[in-house]
């Protein structure tokens, strides 16, 4: 590993010492973690899809200006919506809506302040780029929902990257949920052209009989690259829904380690990624059944332009004790020609012998039956292929239980397809 | 309307129209009847603008303007319908969102402006009533899990909403039972006017009952071999191909 990308990190790190009270040695413990594994490497099983090369070149330096980017629209109907400008929360230009009333939501500075001894339990992870965003600790959200609330409209948490090449943002949530209690977060990522990083994690504790549902949208600026973790921990009878969207940025990763811990707890994540000309989007995810009577679904459905590179990596782990786990793994890439990749590598660990897994995995292009047949109705060749595409995609956006933000994202695929056919193809 | 001049179309690399003439005018019905690989369904496919169908030699004219220089979904908003022999399986388009977005592209072309939903629901229930369909049908998708009557029906009332200036029907008759053979026949007739032609291709004579066509033509190799009234589609069901060509 360059020693001088290293040096670079290590130089920032020991620069916020002191900026997050109680948070240095969760720091330096974070760093020399990272140090010792350094980036992965195509070399890693785990990473084999990614393209790591702009990060061994140099070290992303930590954004120090604030900007005032404009907004995007909100996706939907919102109780709230938290601000951060590249990387750091902006308090005005947040809107806490009455959501303060029911539940606590403070900026992870706040929140070591008042709760020093927790530090080193609240954050959780182990691989390196995750390592590198705790050592680089500056800002976030810790959401915390007191047992029997419920909130129904979606939390909104929006990051925006402005004029930021070669800098990086490194944020943190840390949602929990008291028993029986039920949010919705929406992430989004959006940024300008410029060349800069976003590494985020998101971690929850979902405890017993409480509902997380996740909905992560990824639209960060054409030269940007993307990395994400979401580590999610579930108890007894408890759900995590999640549906990750990857539109943006040339490298875009997705990582998500959900744990089911206790009895009967359900966990979904889907995704749908949509990669042009020179983007590739890798997303991983790992459902480890600890506990029996527990449920896993992953539905992924990708689309590859050409020169575009989506990638998939689902892994479900059942323990010997985890028995009646049932776990269900589809993943479906569309590649426009040959020039387009996808790649899949699904992976079962299974110990206990009382269990109902299935997975499957297509590639496969545009059907030109189908295709014939809505333009023999009338329907433009343009409009056909992006009907067939939303139609494709459909399955993995169906957990959504927000018909406006359904709509919004169905919206966002379809203009995908608009804008790629308006450029010529060979 | 259609006029078809020594067409010979390639399919991957084979030839399987050699030479092909038909005039179909205004008005009229013609039915096209041949053995099982005779090249009917290449035909309809290559009128319909198929793209994988080559043409090598000859002309295809329709209302007086080369129809090879039209796309797929431009032929339709010409007036042109093809109704398949196995109409295709779209999971995940509502039968009702893809009948809506064909009617109004086919309206777009012609300079029309869209059909609101509630206008077109209206139109639809209608169509779909006439056919005696089943009006769960529209929601489901695109012919998935349709029977294969089922499916014929479906084609007719994209036709009935499309109402086409020349209509295609490649063995639209072919798995329906009795009723639904009526039902069907009903659909195409309530097409026939003084400005619509129709091409059926059939291996029946029964939906001819129904159908009833000005010229019957026998088709053989890529080939119209013989041509002539009704009459020849009865005495084709009485002695068979081998004798009447
Ligand atoms: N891709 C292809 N390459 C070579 N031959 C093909 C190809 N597709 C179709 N054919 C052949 O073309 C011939 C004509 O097929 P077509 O479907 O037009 O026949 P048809 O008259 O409609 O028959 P049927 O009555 O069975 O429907 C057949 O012999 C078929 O095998
Ligand atoms: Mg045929």
């Known amino acids: ?426 | 309307m259609l006029k078809i001049k020594d067409l010979h179309v390639q399919v991957g690399g084979t030839e399987i129209i050699k030479g092909l003439t038909l005039e179909i005018k205004p008005g009229e019905t013609h039915a096209i009847m041949g053995l099982n690989g005779a090249g009917k369904s290449t035909l309809a496919n290559t009128i319909a603008g198929r793209d994988d169908y080559t043409v090598t030699e000859g002309t295809i004219t329709y209302q007086g303007k080369n129809l090879l220089d039209f796309e797929p979904h431009e032929r339709v908003g010409e007036g042109i319908f093809l109704g398949f022999q196995y109409p295709v399986e779209i999971p995940g388009v509502s039968n009702l969102n893809f009948m809506r977005t064909a009617l109004n592209g086919v309206r777009k072309y012609n300079g029309l402006e869209a059909m609101t939903a509630a206008d077109f629901m209206k139109l639809v229930r209608a169509k779909a009533k006439a056919l005696d369909m089943n009006p769960d049908m529209l929601k489901r998708f695109v012919n998935v899990g349709f029977s294969g009557g089922e499916k014929k029906r479906n084609e007719m009332l994209q036709m009935a909403l499309l109402d086409p200036k020349l209509a295609v029907l490649d063995e639209t008759d072919s798995g329906l039972d009795i009723d639904a053979l009526r039902i069907v026949s009903e659909g195409i007739n309530a097409q026939r006017r003084d400005d619509t032609s129709i091409l059926l291709i059939t291996h029946y004579q029964r939906l001819l009952d129904y159908v009833q066509p000005d010229f019957v033509h026998i088709m053989i190799d890529g080939k119209i071999v013989k041509s002539g009234g009704k009459e020849l589609a009865i005495e084709l069901e009485e002695k068979g191909y081998a004798s009447v060509v």
């Open chain 1, 1 to 426: 590993m360059n020693e001088q990308v290293i040096s670079g990190y290590k130089s920032q790190s020991l620069g916020l010492h002191g900026t997050i009270p109680g948070a240095d040695q969760l720091r330096e413990k974070a760093f020399s973690n990272f140090e010792a594994q350094g980036f992965p490497t195509k070399k890693s099983e785990d990473w084999r899809y990614s393209d790591m090369r702009q990060f061994h070149k140099q070290a992303y330096g930590l954004v120090d200006h604030a900007a005032k980017p404009e907004l995007p629209d909100m996706l939907g109907e919102t109780a709230a919506r938290f601000v951060f400008i590249n990387g750091r929360y902006s308090e005005d230009l947040s809107d806490l809506g009455d959501l303060w009333q029911a539940i606590s939501i403070r900026p992870l500075a706040n929140h070591f302040m008042s709760n020093e001894y927790r530090v080193n339990e609240l954050i959780t992870g182990t691989d390196a780029v995750s390592c590198l965003n705790t050592a680089m600790l500056r800002d976030g959200l810790v959401l915390s929902v007191p047992a029997g609330v419920e909130i129904d409209d979606p939390i909104e948490i929006v990051h925006v990257m402005s004029d930021a090449s070669n800098q990086a943002a490194h944020v943190r949530h840390v949602v929990e949920l008291g028993e029986y209690a039920a949010v919705s977060v929406i992430e989004r990522f959006i940024g300008d052209d410029s060349a800069y990083w976003t590494n985020s994690v998101l971690q929850a504790r979902v405890t017993e009989g409480a509902k997380l549902r996740h909905i992560r949208v990824q639209e960060d600026g054409a030269n940007a690259v993307h990395t994400a973790k979401s580590y999610i921990n579930l108890d007894g009878g408890s759900e995590y829904i999640c549906t990750n969207v990857a539109l943006g940025g040339k490298m875009s990763r997705f990582d998500a380690e959900v744990r089911i811990l206790v009895d009967g707890a359900k966990a979904i994540v889907n995704g749908v990624a949509l990669a042009g000309s020179g983007q590739s989007h890798d997303m991983h995810v790992h459902i480890s059944h600890i506990a029996p009577h527990s449920s896993s679904d992953q539905v992924f459905r990708t689309v590859a332009d050409s020169h575009g590179k989506t990638s998939f990596q689902g892994k479900i782990t059942v323990a010997k004790d985890a028995q009646r786990t049932l776990a269900d793994q589809s993943f479906k890439a569309l590649i426009f020609d040959k020039t387009a990749e996808a790649n899949a590598k699904p992976e079962l660990e299974i110990l206990a012998d009382d269990v109902k897994c299935s997975h499957g995995a297509t590639v496969g292009q545009l059907d030109d039956k189908a295709i014939f047949y809505l333009t023999s109705r009338g329907i433009d060749p343009e409009t056909a292929r992006q009907m067939l595409v939303a139609a494709f995609t459909a399955e993995a956006l169906e957990k959504i239980e927000f018909d406006d933000i359904k709509e919004a994202l169905s919206g966002r695929i379809a203009t995908w397809m608009l804008t790629r056919t308006a450029t010529p193809k060979a």
